[in-house]
């Protein structure tokens, strides 16, 4: 399985909002609406924020948002505060005979 | 409330082997799958083994296959990865995961740090 393709980096001011891009192909993103998002500061495990496409798990902001349109995913961050700033990552699941893909990761940076 | 803690990791020379593991409390350890992602110094994150709840299936990643063995001890409540043929490509901090669903890990442990040297 290839990765799933994410710019590397994408920044905002507080307060604004940005979204950051996950695109995949018909056997993964496009095929499934299985696709999650983490997010990762320095030195500390991944948190999932949003899975199913669209879902929040319990204690998610909901300034968080997913989206998918084809085979590409977005997430939304609106209203930037200066704990977003972190990597995050998509993934999706590829079927039931193979382990799902991760994208590369995009740093997000709050201005 | 629900806890993965990883134990096992350390340094060791390329062609050796390791096992880790990550006992599982807090939940029903047999409702879910399990993962083992791990991210190499500085690189993104990556797939390297799952496991699905009820034992049966086993997926790893290519990069991985015929070398490692992902494995579970229900009574212990303990995931495991056998590792073996360790490559320097290898070394990362290994985490596992609970699958909520579909690769929607909701739960991960601190991770454990496996140094391949040469």
């Known amino acids: 399985q290839s990765a799933l393709t994410q710019s590397p980096s994408a920044s905002g001011s507080p307060g604004q909002s940005v979204t950051i891009s996950c695109t995949g192909t018909?056997?993964?993103?496009?095929?499934?609406?299985?696709v999650s998002w983490y997010q990762q500061h320095p030195g500390k495990a991944p948190k999932l924020m949003i899975y199913?496409?669209?879902k929040r798990p319990s204690g998610v902001p909901d300034r968080f948002s997913g989206s998918k349109s084809g085979n590409t995913a977005s997430l939304t961050v609106s209203g930037l505060q200066a704990e977003d700033e972190a990597d995050y990552y998509c993934?999706?699941?590829?079927?039931?005979?193979?382990?799902?893909?991760f994208g590369g990761g995009t740093k997000l940076t709050v201005l | 409330q629900v806890q993965l803690v990883e134990s096992g990791g350390g340094v060791v020379q390329s062609g050796r082997s390791l096992r880790l593991s990550c006992a599982a409390s807090g939940f029903t350890f047999t409702n879910h799958g399990f993962q083992w992602v791990r991210q190499a110094p500085g690189k993104g994150l990556e797939w390297v083994a799952a496991?699905?709840?009820?034992?049966?299936?086993?997926h790893y990643a290519d990069s991985v296959k015929g070398r490692f063995t992902i494995s579970r001890d229900v009574p212990k409540s303990t995931l495991y990865l056998q590792m073996n043929s360790l490559r320097a490509e290898d070394t990362a901090v290994y985490y596992c995961a609970r699958d909520a669903s579909f690769y929607s890990c909701d739960h991960w442990g601190q991770g454990t740090l496996v140094t391949v040297s040469s």
């Open positions: 018909s056997s993964d993103v496009g095929a499934y609406n299985y």
């Open positions: 199913d496409v669209s």
């Open positions: 993934t999706s699941y590829a079927g039931s005979n193979t382990l799902g893909v």
């Open positions: 496991i699905s709840y009820d034992g049966s299936k086993q």
